[in-house]
């Protein structure tokens, strides 16, 4: 199960510094970002996050927005993920004596 955990932890901070990269991209290369290379292979790295964002937000939302929706996802992915492994360290950790 800790592997587990520290698998999808680390899926989701390669996600998250995808998402860092893309933004900064973003603000760099301007109206050519999609002629770029690395910006196109952060968005293939993103994709699934937010198609996942896509899925599960009503129509109301709008489709330049679920960039903030993927990237709160992955946020509280993080922070739940990061839990569970500090359980598990401190459930097999003997009781100092």
């Given at each position: ?6 698998i999808l932890k680390a899926l ?14 973003w603000l760099i290369a301007g ?49 739940v993920l990061t839990a569970f ?13």
């Amino acid at each position: 199960m800790y592997e587990i955990i520290v698998i999808l932890k680390a899926l989701t901070e390669v996600a998250g510094v995808a998402f860092f990269g893309q933004g900064v991209l973003w603000l760099i290369a301007g109206a050519k970002r999609d002629q770029n290379v690395v910006y196109n292979l952060f968005k293939i790295l993103t994709s699934p996050v937010t198609r996942a964002a896509r899925a599960i937000t009503p129509r109301v939302i709008l489709d330049r927005h679920i960039w903030l929706v993927a990237i709160f996802l992955l946020a509280v992915l993080w922070i739940v993920l990061t839990a569970f492994k500090i359980k598990i360290v401190l459930e097999n950790t003997p009781a100092a004596s």
